[in-house]
């Protein structure tokens, strides 16, 4: 036997993520990488992943384990914090507690955003016959000065 490889069926170009690549792509998407990270990580196209995944049914199956385990740890990383609570809407204890916290130092902070009561045109002088500029405090109704 000879030390050459076995010959390919077919023509075209040989598979570019076989070996090594295609283990060092599952690393990364299993240690929470999105398909573009992994593979910009791992040195060739996202498109190669994609092909490689409709092609070789046997790395499909890998790559989507991995993704998989990826998503995974994404997720777990995640809860406990207040982003989990906001933008995801996980309803979690570890989230709303995390919520919750972050919200009352806001609050005992002064730094929470409170919406200013609206101004109704009862709370407004009446008017004069003349053009008047009110400046008015946009937290209460009463105005702060009067220039005519």
Do not use: F, W
């Not at 207040?82 to 902070?109: L, N, Q, S």
């Not at 709370?123 to 109704?141: I, M, Q």
């Amino acid at each position: 036997m000879s030390d050459h490889p076995p010959a390919r069926r077919g023509r075209g170009r040989p598979p570019t993520l076989t070996g090594p690549r295609l283990q060092e792509l599952l690393d990364h998407l299993a240690d929470g990488l999105t398909i573009q990270q992994a593979a910009t990580a791992t040195g060739i196209a996202r498109a190669t992943v994609y092909n490689t995944r409709a092609h070789d049914p046997a790395a499909a199956d890998a790559i989507t384990t991995a993704l998989a385990a990826g998503k995974a740890k994404r997720t777990a990383a995640r809860h406990g914090t207040e982003g989990c609570y906001t933008r995801h809407g996980c309803r979690r204890p570890e989230c709303t507690a995390a919520a919750t916290a972050a919200r009352t130092t806001r609050r005992t902070a002064g730094t929470d955003t409170v919406l200013p009561t609206p101004v109704t045109a009862a709370a407004l002088p009446a008017p004069t016959g003349r053009t008047t500029l009110v400046l008015l405090d946009l937290h209460t109704t009463a105005p702060l000065a009067q220039a005519g």
